[in-house]
């Protein structure tokens, strides 16, 4: 394969077009929240029927694949990997316009889920190598928004899409539009070469026991890598839970048309987008300063997104405007723990295994987040509509929410094991000035 190390101009196309794919596939599987009640009346699905549908194709496809293709990335070429899962993914995705049932519709997610599992990964593994550690918190908040910017063109493009030519046709569009943007990064990117750092774990561990361990193990016997992999699990479960069922909250809650509800979710999204990209540049700024606040930045988002999305979902109907400003600024700091995480581990574990770390994390993500998330809300939702009066699914979003929880508490352990992770892995004397 031919490997360089890329000048400023074309490690920033690369990231751009990382971030791009990145957009396009989240947005075909955020592309059923804002699609759900055209397709609900169409085909009579239940709330619990619709998490399935959302959920189970993506996390079963993500659950099988997401660390063998982690696993392929540390090994071979990855822009490779990711051009054909991206693409194989976008044809799956575009043939779920012709579904005539939840099984087509769930097939169809596997999609999304295959794109993932194969793009994601791979994409952090090159952006750790083309990024030195004082940058790397910000290249990964630019691929991170990728994820809310697909969930702002779902929220601002769907239902315009579903209006003018119906939800299959907005299915096709978008899968196609990945294959497309596959096959243009597969042409015109060269493979980087992969940049080698210490491992993490303490040298009395480096025995010919502890080598002969799966990187999986390796990666999870260490305590900051297992800590943070809990953290941002717990992160994706509720951030993911909420963004599946947040435009039918706000349409059902507060009496809002399918197209004013997208509206208002779309500048969640945006804010998302925003408050990732600040905490990328303030974990890149403060960590220089000192190292803990690579861990710090995602303790201080996840500890403000409990607090002000629990208000969003608690406070009384009647304070509109109060309950859309609290789900703003929840908006704003949900999305502080993925790049300061994400970089996080890319400098604490050896180059070698930084992709199946990545696909550590995402495949928590899908299992739990996309997985289990979406279908506990619609089962939730169901169960408590007969003693809430039609509030079960408010109620359902405030348990996910409370996952953020156990997500504040690994993140907080991760914090006292990384400087002493960080240090291995980059002594002073390999450190640049």
Excluded at 33 to 51: M, N, T, W, Y
Excluded at 234 to 263: P, Y
Excluded at 292 to 304: C, D, H, M, N, S
Aim: charged share 10%; hydrophobic share 55%.
């Amino acid at each position: 394969m031919t490997e360089t190390n890329p000048d400023t101009r074309s490690r920033l196309y690369v990231l751009i077009l990382l971030t791009a794919l990145s957009a396009l596939t989240f947005m075909d599987r955020q592309i059923l929240a804002v699609l759900l009640q055209p397709i609900k009346q169409e085909f009579g699905f239940s709330d619990l029927q619709i998490g399935l549908i959302t959920g189970l194709g993506f996390a079963l496809t993500f659950g099988a694949l997401g660390i063998p293709l982690g696993r392929l990335a540390d090994k071979h070429e990855r822009r490779s990997i990711i051009a054909w899962c991206r693409g194989v993914g976008g044809c799956i995705a575009a043939a779920g316009a012709l579904s005539s049932g939840a099984g087509g519709l769930t097939a169809s997610r596997a999609g999304a889920a295959l794109g993932d599992a194969g793009g994601g990964a791979a994409s952090m593994s090159i952006l750790a190598d083309l990024y030195a550690p004082t940058e790397r918190s910000r290249a990964m908040s630019v691929f991170g928004v990728g994820s809310a910017i697909g969930a702002l063109l779902a929220l601002l493009l769907g239902p315009m899409f579903a209006q003018w030519w119906g939800w299959r046709a907005s299915m096709l569009i978008i899968g196609v539009a990945i294959v497309l943007l596959s096959l243009v990064l597969r042409l015109t990117i060269q493979e980087p070469a992969r940049v080698l750092i210490q491992a993490a774990a303490p040298a009395d561990q480096a025995s010919a026991p502890a080598a002969r361990q799966s990187a999986v193990a390796l990666i999870w016997n260490e305590p900051v890598t297992r800590f943070l992999i809990m953290g941002a699990a717990c992160a994706l479960i509720a951030g993911l839970s909420i963004g599946a069922w947040n435009v039918a909250l706000l349409a059902r809650r507060f009496d809002l048309s399918l197209k004013q509800a997208g509206g208002l979710s779309a500048v969640a999204a945006f804010l998302s987008v925003s408050g990732s990209l600040f905490s990328g540049w303030l974990t890149d700024r403060m960590a220089k300063k000192d190292v803990r606040w690579q861990i710090r930045i995602p303790v201080i988002g996840v500890a403000l997104a409990v607090v002000f999305g629990l208000t969003y979902l608690l406070i009384s109907d009647s304070l509109f405007e109060v309950s859309l400003a609290c789900m703003l600024v929840y908006s704003f700091f949900t999305a502080w723990w993925a790049p300061a995480t994400y970089a996080a581990l890319s400098l604490v574990v050896p180059a070698q295994r930084r992709a199946t770390a990545s696909a550590m994390v995402l495949m928590a993500g899908a299992l739990l987040g996309n997985g289990v998330g979406p279908i506990v809300a619609g089962w939730l939702s169901d169960v408590l509509n007969a003693v809430t009066q039609g509030q079960g699914l408010r109620y359902a979003l405030v348990a996910m929410m409370c996952m953020l929880l156990p997500g504040l508490w690994a993140f907080m352990r991760a914090l006292e094991f990384y400087p002493t992770a960080y240090g291995r892995a980059h002594p002073p004397a390999a450190v640049p000035a």
